[in-house]
């Protein structure tokens, strides 16, 4: 198994913990309550965003890792 190969399984491994990671930021930090009658939205907009940087990142490490373990070795 070449070396290329190696990294490419690393990263798509990489990405899908890095890609949890993300959407569980994501989801803990959106929540709503009921209060008489009106919905109150409890979120906390930073760490969300960077909840979605982390599922940018996992995406474009999967497409690295994806691209190594399909290009061809010479």
Same mark, same amino acid.
């Given at each position: 198994?070449?070396?290329?190969?190696?990294?490419?399984?690393?990263?798509? *491994?990489?990405?899908?913990? +890095?890609?949890?990671f993300?959407?569980?930021? +994501?989801?803990?930090?959106?929540?709503?309550?009921?209060?008489?009658?009106?919905? *109150?939205?409890?979120?906390?907009?930073s760490?969300?965003? /960077?909840?979605? +940087?982390? +599922?940018?990142?996992? *995406?474009?490490? /999967?497409?690295g890792?994806?691209?190594?373990?399909?290009?061809?070795?010479?």
């Amino acid at each position: 198994m070449g070396t290329r190969k190696i990294i490419g399984i690393f990263l798509i *491994v990489l990405s899908l913990g +890095v890609g949890y990671f993300g959407l569980n930021k +994501v989801s803990e930090n959106s929540t709503s309550i009921e209060v008489l009658d009106l919905q *109150v939205d409890l979120s906390n907009n930073s760490e969300k965003e /960077l909840g979605y +940087v982390y +599922v940018g990142l996992a *995406v474009v490490l /999967l497409g690295g890792g994806l691209f190594l373990l399909k290009k061809n070795s010479n």
